[in-house]
């Protein structure tokens, strides 16, 4: 079945460092790809998405590029903040409409 | 935005008791509400969809007798652990989508169930 695979947390960095958070899926067909972060005791929120190959989502200074060739989502930031501390799920949507979620993996940016 | 509340936000149990689990649309109404199981350091498993005024539509693997879920009405569905086993002690989350016809799903905080 279909299935997302994140990069193992957590990742600690200092503020205004470039942050990536790797992203694969497996899919049958080409899937939605979306982006949820979730702040400490506060339910999941969607932070961007792309529909198709070669899409850009953005948000919050945060990107990932839709690559059908090597089936990835990196979610990428160029200059991270405290207040980015968070823990991020990379998921799918497949094609009965049901998210399929990676781990997530927790983001602890230090001042 | 759309504000989805959960309550309680954790709690304990002894093995053999129930426990249920309220999922709230607070400013909008969802006529399709989703739960989740989330295990430490594992993705979201999606255990079950519901829809108003009808029977939930369980995934695979899941029990429906021990997990039962009802939605009632259009701001509110439960889920009720039944007979909770320490095997049941899990991160539960609930989603729900509005009726308006977009397709995003806005999730409420959690409930951390411990069963002793």
């Known amino acids: 079945g279909d299935s997302v695979t994140q990069m193992e947390g957590p990742v600690t960095l200092s503020e205004e460092a470039f942050l990536t958070i790797n992203c694969t899926y497996t899919a049958t067909g080409y899937p939605s790809l979306f982006w949820y972060v979730q702040y400490p005791g506060e339910g999941l929120q969607l932070l961007l998405k792309?529909?198709?190959?070669?899409d850009k989502g953005s948000n919050k200074g945060f990107e990932a590029t839709y690559r059908k060739e090597t089936t990835s989502f990196h979610l990428e930031k160029g200059s991270v903040q405290v207040s980015d501390s968070a823990v991020y799920f990379c998921?799918?949507?497949?094609?009965?409409?049901?998210?399929?979620f990676g781990q997530g993996t927790e983001l602890s940016v230090k001042p | 935005g759309a504000v989805v509340s959960q309550h309680p936000s954790r709690v304990i149990c002894k093995s053999g008791t129930s426990v249920k689990i309220e999922c709230r649309s607070l400013d909008f109404q969802a006529t399709t509400m989703f739960w989740y199981r989330q295990f430490p350091k594992k993705s979201l498993m999606l255990m079950a969809t519901?829809?108003?005024?009808?029977?939930?539509?369980?995934e695979q693997g899941v029990e429906k007798d021990k997990f039962l879920i009802n939605h009632a009405s259009l701001t509110l569905s439960t889920l009720t652990v039944t007979s909770a086993h320490p095997e049941d002690s899990s991160f539960y989350i609930c989603?729900?989508?509005?009726?308006?016809?977009?397709?995003?799903?806005?999730f409420g905080p959690g409930t951390r169930l411990t069963v002793l």
């Open positions: 998921a799918l949507k497949d094609q009965g409409g049901k998210l399929i």
């Open positions: 792309a529909t198709k190959a070669d």
């Open positions: 519901s829809n108003e005024g009808s029977k939930a539509t369980y």
């Open positions: 989603s729900a989508k509005t009726a308006s016809g977009t397709d995003t799903q806005y």
